[in-house]
C-alpha cells in the first residue's frame, strides 16, 4: 500500500474517531522526524495510533489530537496529564536512503519509562507493517522478533530487548477476541462413475486464536441444489459438525492462512435404501483462506476447501453412473468447497 493512500484512509479514520478522545487511555505524540517531511512524520503516527488503538483494543489519542498541545510548548507528561491518558507513547523515525527506523518509548502518567522497541521498514511505503510490529511490541512489553528484510543495507532488523509487562486496560498478549459467526459454502461433491447435484451448506462457525493461528469449530446443515427422483444425479443431505485449526502466513490485516481438521456428520443421498448402513461418517479436510480484517471487531473471510470422506457411502441395487448398469459397490466423495464467513 502507498504511503500516500495509506495516509488518506488513516486521517480520514482518526478525524471520525476524534470525539472519543476524552476517553482515551493511551496518547501517541507526534512523531519526530529526521529526514522526512512533516506530513510523512503524521502519516507514520496516525499509522501507529491505529495499531495500537486496534491491537490493545483500548481508545487512543493520536498524533493529529496531541499535536496542537505540543505545539504550545506543553511537554509529553503535560500531554498526557491534559488528556488523562494512563500511559503515553514517543515515537522517532529516521529515514536513510530509503530505509526508515521507527523507534517507541512508552511511559507511564507519572513519566516513567515502562518499554522501549525498534524496528525498520525498507521504504515508506512498508511503514504500515513495521508501525504495527512496534506498536505490538509496546503493548506486549515484548522484544520484537528478529526477521530478515531485504533493506538497502542487506542488514537484518536490529531491535531492542527489555522487560516484559503491558498495556494497562489491554487485550490479554498474544490473546484475540473469539470471533463467533457463520459460514456459507457452496460444495461441489466428486466421485468416480456418479454425478452429483452441488450441495449449500450454512453453518455456525466459531474460531480462537492468538494473532499467528487459530482453532476453528462449528456445525451446520447441507442440502443439494436439487434433487429428482427421474435422474441419475445424487442429491446429498447433511448434518455435520467440524473441528480444526488454521495457521496465518502473513502479518497483515489482511492475511491468509492454510489449516486442516476433521468434519463428522450425518450423511445421506436421496435415494439410498435402508440395507446402504450406517449413515454417520466422517470427513478429513485440509482448506487454504483469506482473512479480509483480522485485526476489526468484524471478521470476513473466504477460503477454499477439500474434504476427502473416510467412511464410505455404499450402494447396493443400481449403481448411479452414466451406463446404467447394477452392482453392489462403495464410494467416497470428495467434496470441493467455496466458503464465506462472517463473525464477531
Not at 466459531?206 to 435422474?231: H, I, K, W
Request: with cysteine; aromatic share 10%.
Amino acid at each position: 500500500m502507498k504511503l500516500s493512500w495509506t495516509l488518506l484512509s488513516t486521517l480520514t479514520f482518526s478525524l471520525l474517531s476524534a470525539a472519543q478522545a476524552h476517553s482515551a487511555v493511551v496518547a501517541v505524540m507526534p512523531v519526530r522526524g529526521v529526514n522526512l517531511t512533516e506530513g510523512q512524520c503524521d502519516a507514520i503516527g496516525v499509522l501507529f495510533a491505529n495499531a495500537f488503538a486496534r491491537d490493545s483494543q483500548v481508545a487512543v489519542a493520536s498524533p493529529l489530537e496531541t499535536k496542537p498541545a505540543l505545539a504550545q510548548g506543553r511537554t509529553s507528561l503535560a500531554v498526557a496529564a491534559r488528556f488523562g491518558v494512563a500511559e503515553y507513547v514517543e515515537l522517532t523515525a529516521i529515514q536513510v536512503g530509503k530505509r526508515v527506523t521507527l523507534a517507541g518509548i512508552i511511559s507511564g502518567k507519572d513519566g516513567k519509562e515502562l518499554f522501549r522497541a525498534e524496528t525498520a521498514a525498507p521504504s515508506l511505503d512498508d511503514m504500515e507493517l513495521a508501525a504495527a510490529r512496534l506498536a505490538r511490541a509496546l503493548i506486549l512489553r515484548e522484544p520484537i522478533p528478529r526477521m530478515p528484510l531485504v533493506q538497502a543495507a542487506g542488514e537484518p532488523l536490529q531491535v531492542a530487548s527489555f522487560p516484559a509487562g503491558g498495556v494497562a486496560g489491554a487485550a490479554e498478549p498474544g490473546v484475540k477476541p473469539r470471533a463467533l459467526g457463520m459460514k456459507t459454502a457452496f460444495i461441489f461433491p466428486l466421485a468416480s462413475g456418479r454425478s452429483f447435484f452441488p450441495v449449500l451448506s450454512l453453518q455456525f462457525d466459531g474460531r480462537l486464536g492468538t494473532r499467528n493461528y487459530f482453532l476453528e469449530f462449528g456445525a451446520g446443515v447441507a442440502v443439494p441444489t436439487d434433487s429428482q427422483s427421474s435422474s441419475n444425479t445424487i442429491g446429498l443431505f447433511a448434518l455435520f459438525g467440524e473441528i480444526g485449526g488454521s495457521l496465518y502466513l502473513s502479518d497483515g490485516s489482511i492475511a491468509p492462512y492454510i489449516g486442516a481438521g476433521i468434519s463428522p456428520g450425518y450423511w445421506v443421498y436421496d435415494r439410498m435404501a435402508s440395507s446402504n448402513g450406517n449413515p454417520l461418517r466422517c470427513a478429513i479436510y485440509g482448506q487454504a483462506g483469506i482473512t479480509f480484517t483480522r485485526d476489526s471487531p468484524t471478521k470476513i473471510y473466504a477460503e477454499v476447501r477439500v474434504s476427502q470422506h473416510i467412511v464410505g457411502f455404499v450402494d447396493e441395487g443400481t449403481d448411479y453412473s452414466t451406463d446404467g448398469t447394477t452392482a453392489s459397490s462403495s464410494y467416497y466423495p470428495t467434496l470441493l468447497a467455496l466458503q464465506f464467513g462472517l463473525g464477531w
